[in-house]
Protein backbone atom coordinates (compact mmCIF):
# COMPACT_ATOMS: atom_id res chain seq x y z
CA UNK A 1 0.00 0.00 0.00
CA UNK A 2 2.47 2.83 -1.48
CA UNK A 3 -0.54 4.97 -1.29
CA UNK A 4 -0.47 6.32 2.03
CA UNK A 5 3.63 6.73 1.29
CA UNK A 6 2.69 9.18 -1.89
CA UNK A 7 0.02 10.82 -0.21
CA UNK A 8 1.15 11.71 2.71
CA UNK A 9 4.76 13.20 1.00
CA UNK A 10 3.07 15.04 -1.67
CA UNK A 11 0.43 17.68 -1.90
CA UNK A 12 -1.88 15.00 -3.87
CA UNK A 13 -5.03 13.47 -2.71
CA UNK A 14 -7.17 10.51 -3.90
CA UNK A 15 -10.66 9.33 -3.85
CA UNK A 16 -11.28 5.96 -3.06
CA UNK A 17 -14.14 4.11 -0.97
CA UNK A 18 -14.89 5.80 2.02
CA UNK A 19 -14.41 2.62 4.21
CA UNK A 20 -11.12 2.24 2.86
CA UNK A 21 -10.31 5.77 3.86
CA UNK A 22 -11.36 5.42 6.95
CA UNK A 23 -8.70 2.69 7.82
CA UNK A 24 -6.32 5.20 6.81
CA UNK A 25 -7.38 8.06 8.62
CA UNK A 26 -6.65 5.83 11.24
CA UNK A 27 -3.18 5.61 11.07
CA UNK A 28 -3.21 9.35 11.52
CA UNK A 29 -2.20 12.47 9.18
CA UNK A 30 -4.75 12.08 7.11
CA UNK A 31 -8.38 14.08 6.29
CA UNK A 32 -11.61 12.42 5.07
CA UNK A 33 -13.38 15.04 2.70
CA UNK A 34 -16.60 14.47 1.37
CA UNK A 35 -16.34 15.57 -2.49
CA UNK A 36 -18.66 18.04 -4.32
CA UNK A 37 -19.59 16.30 -6.83
CA UNK A 38 -21.98 13.03 -7.63
CA UNK A 39 -20.47 10.20 -6.25
CA UNK A 40 -22.69 7.68 -8.64
CA UNK A 41 -21.67 9.94 -12.05
CA UNK A 42 -18.09 8.70 -13.03
CA UNK A 43 -16.93 7.10 -15.83
CA UNK A 44 -14.10 4.64 -15.26
CA UNK A 45 -11.80 3.41 -18.52
CA UNK A 46 -9.07 1.22 -19.15
CA UNK A 47 -5.64 2.01 -20.74
CA UNK A 48 -2.62 -0.64 -21.47
CA UNK A 49 0.00 -0.96 -23.36
CA UNK A 50 -0.37 -2.86 -26.90
CA UNK A 51 2.40 -5.15 -25.42
CA UNK A 52 -0.07 -6.59 -23.07
CA UNK A 53 -2.97 -6.58 -25.75
CA UNK A 54 -2.65 -10.47 -26.11
CA UNK A 55 -1.83 -11.55 -21.92
CA UNK A 56 -4.32 -13.76 -20.83
CA UNK A 57 -4.51 -11.83 -17.64
CA UNK A 58 -5.18 -7.92 -18.89
CA UNK A 59 -8.13 -9.01 -21.23
CA UNK A 60 -9.55 -10.95 -18.34
CA UNK A 61 -9.15 -7.59 -16.41
CA UNK A 62 -10.58 -5.17 -19.52
CA UNK A 63 -13.71 -8.14 -19.61
Given at each position: ???????????????????????F??????????????????????????????????A????
Amino acid sequence: MLLLSIVRATDLTVVMPRNIARNFAGEGGYAIVEPEFPLRDFFVGLHWSRRFESDSGNAWLRG
